[in-house]
């Protein structure tokens, strides 16, 4: 079965650079979710999207932008970047906007800024 | 604000052994509540989802259970096997007034070691 997508699988940045991270759902998936999970926390919710609108928003910097294209992959911009936005990204992605459905997430992308 | 509590931290046991994961929140209007197994800096694996309407969900070894009004969930493994090895997550999905937007929160995790 198809699972959730993300590109690059690992980054690595300097300082005050910009990053885009991808992430491609399950075919007919039309939620999308960024969390955000530092060295030894837990994931920590950033923001989502559903049906190309974005639906909630957490602890996300201003410094990063997300959208939700018309093929719902999703992409996570994030500029200035900072020694502290190591961490791995997880996109995850379900059906229907409403938080009824299992969410199932992508492998992640380990994003190191140097 | 949605609180999730998991305890213990970490567990060692012997293999063979049924276990029992531990998961608190703290606002009992939840949508629903789901299961995470997480190996060492990979991604997170679903392992099983409660909707809020239900008491609890089994797959192969796994059982969890929820009780809302207590806002207590319990991941049950039975016969555990070294390969169980893993960080173990709960997340639970907030109920806003009647809408959620699916987002999850999650707790800290418990770190289980199934030794041979």
């Known amino acids: 079965a198809a699972g959730v997508i993300q590109s690059p699988r690992h980054l690595i940045k300097e300082k005050r650079e910009t990053a885009t991270l991808k992430c491609y759902p399950i075919?007919?998936?039309?939620?999308v979710y960024w969390y955000q999970q530092g060295p030894g926390q837990d994931p920590q919710f950033l923001i989502s999207?559903?049906?190309?609108?974005?639906?909630d928003k957490g602890s996300i910097p201003d410094r990063f932008s997300a959208q939700q294209f018309s093929d719902y992959h999703s992409e996570l911009n994030m500029s200035s970047l900072e020694l502290g936005d190591s961490a791995l990204y997880f996109c995850?992605?379900?059906?229907?906007?409403?938080?009824?459905?299992?969410?199932?997430f992508g492998p992640g992308t380990r994003l190191t800024v140097t | 604000k949605q609180e999730v509590t998991q305890i213990p931290a970490a567990l060692s046991v012997p293999e063979g052994e049924n276990l029992v994961l531990n998961c608190s929140f703290t606002?009992?209007?939840?949508?629903?509540l789901q299961w995470f197994r997480q190996d060492p800096g990979k991604g997170l694996t679903s392992l099983l989802l409660?909707?809020?309407?239900?008491r609890e969900q089994t797959s192969g070894r796994l059982n969890a259970s929820l009780d809302k009004s207590s806002g207590r969930s319990t991941l049950y493994i039975a016969a555990s096997q070294p390969g169980d090895s893993a960080t173990y997550l709960c997340a639970a999905t907030a109920n806003a007034g009647g809408t959620s937007y699916g987002k999850l929160t999650f707790g800290q995790g418990t770190i289980l070691t199934v030794h041979p």
């Open positions: 409660i909707q809020s309407s239900q």
């Open positions: 606002d009992s209007a939840i949508y629903n």
């Open positions: 999207f559903y049906e190309k609108m974005q639906s």
């Open positions: 075919p007919r998936h039309d939620t």
């Open positions: 995850a992605s379900s059906l229907g906007g409403q938080g009824h459905h299992e969410q199932y």
